[in-house]
């Protein structure tokens, strides 16, 4: 876990902000501007509260939903965020910043009691590491070296993400939330809750970016 008080295992009332296209992952870092009504006052709320907002991707159609048929689907696996940073506007929009400090699995969305919705979420910890875990953290590791050599910038920057201390999860986490762009691909990451099959296809990305760039040459096409 980041910095500040460890995410409860159980959280009830967790504010929830629903977005399109977007992910939380733990260990990173997700500025948001707020500007709707409702996710100020969910903003204020959180400020003199416990700092916590669950950041959840809309399901597709979500588009074409009236809200009078009731709140649009979201995905019950999101991050959680603490407010690390925020700025008030004179007009009431905030500028927030979120670190990621977990995930959590939706259980019930609470009857509604203010403009946002809130939800309560269990917490899910990354098991204990394993040989396997750590044989794809090493391919992880390796691959992550690889295309760092064949990017313009930000290399170095890589080199340091991979090598995370606070464990193989939380590594591939930091890996996946700066490489990956699908909305689709990135969520699929954050849901898996198995670590070595989570790194296994940050891996698979990072193989794609490779042949992308060309740091597959005169190399063996991956990881085992």
Do not use: K
């Amino acid at each position: 876990m980041t910095d500040g008080p460890p995410l409860p295992e159980v959280l009830d009332g967790l504010p929830i902000f629903p977005l399109p296209g977007v992910q939380l992952f733990p260990f990173t870092l997700l500025p948001l501007h707020i500007f709707e009504p409702r996710y100020r006052a969910m903003t204020r709320d959180a400020l003199g509260g416990a700092r916590l907002i669950g950041v959840t991707m809309l399901e597709p159609g979500h588009e074409d939903q009236d809200e009078r048929d009731g709140p649009p689907a979201v995905r019950l696996l999101c991050g959680v965020g603490r407010i690390v940073q925020s700025h008030l506007h004179p007009d009431g929009r905030y500028d927030i910043l979120l670190r990621g400090i977990g995930r959590v699995r939706i259980l019930d969305e609470l009857p509604p009691t203010a403009l946002y919705r809130t939800v309560r979420a269990r917490r899910l910890d990354d098991p204990a590491p394993t040989p396997a875990v750590a044989a794809e953290q090493q391919a992880l590791i390796a691959l992550c070296d690889r295309l760092a050599g064949s990017l313009p910038s930000g290399g170095e920057t890589l080199r340091e993400l991979v090598r995370q201390e606070r464990g193989a999860g939380a590594a591939c986490d930091v890996v996946a939330s700066a490489l990956l762009t699908e909305p689709a691909e990135r969520q699929e990451v954050l849901e898996t809750l198995d670590v070595a099959t989570r790194i296994q296809r940050v891996c698979d990305a990072v193989v794609a970016l490779l042949a992308r760039f060309g740091g597959l040459h005169g190399s063996g096409a991956g990881p085992n």
